[in-house]
């Protein structure tokens, strides 16, 4: 009788930890209002990032614009710009939606959780269907992506498995500001062409909770990097 109820108040008491967990991950971002990023390639400014934050209760909703133009002599080749929404309830997704213009070619994402089968409901312009409700939106801002199985594409809504690699902690330099941060590398998880493989660097600052770059090769070097948080 004892080891049962032992057993009982350890699965609860584990069942709480991990609710308690699953909410507090985006709950610390109810103190922010403002991440900026910057966009470099090959080691120019090229754009911008920035997502905005506000809160309501149980409620987290942010807002996203991201832009950037490709220009060789002048001549732009490659150019996205991006506006985004998603709310969060008690830390969990409630709905993302966008909508991307990229080389003058439309892309959008309709997501909402539906409750009945614990389960995302996707209408994107590279997928329509159902998506694990594990499954990420793939943003900078939430650092839960270092956790994440697989991850949902901000533009397209189409789905991929993704695994992460610890490489170890770095002391780094960004705009005059020192991080200790951890370095990981985010990587495809499945046999999909070279050109829709997942391959990022990623530093996260985990005093600050918060991404602080990323960095990837397409083309040139890509880097995303925290400007300011407010």
């Known amino acids: 009788m004892k080891l049962k109820l032992y057993s009982l108040i350890l699965g609860l008491t584990t069942l709480i930890v991990a609710i308690s967990t699953s909410y507090s991950h985006t709950d610390h971002y109810k103190n922010f209002k403002k991440i900026e990023m910057d966009i470099y390639k090959d080691g120019k400014i090229i754009g911008f990032s920035n997502y905005e934050f506000s809160s309501n209760s149980n409620k987290l909703f942010v807002k996203n614009i991201t832009e950037f133009k490709v220009k060789v002599l002048g001549v732009k080749v490659f150019s996205v710009f991006s506006n985004s929404e998603e709310l969060y309830k008690n830390g969990n997704l409630i709905y993302f939606k966008s909508n991307t213009i990229q080389n003058n070619k439309k892309k959008y994402v ?5 409750e009945d089968n614990n389960e995302f409901l996707i209408d994107g312009s590279s997928y329509k269907g159902r998506a694990q409700k ?34 170890g902690k770095e002391l780094i330099k960004v705009y005059d500001k020192e991080y200790n941060t951890e370095h990981y590398r985010l990587l495809s998880d499945e046999n999909i062409s070279e050109d829709r493989k997942l391959d990022f660097d990623i530093w996260y600052s985990k005093e600050k909770k918060i991404i602080v770059k990323i960095s990837y090769q397409k083309l040139g070097n890509w880097e995303y990097i925290l400007k300011s948080i407010k």
């Open 110 to 114: 309709n997501l909402k959780y539906e």
């Open 134 to 167: 594990n499954t990420i939106i793939g943003n900078w801002w939430n650092h839960d992506i270092l956790k994440a199985k697989s991850q949902i594409s901000p533009l397209s809504g189409s789905i991929k498995k993704q695994k992460v690699i610890f490489i």
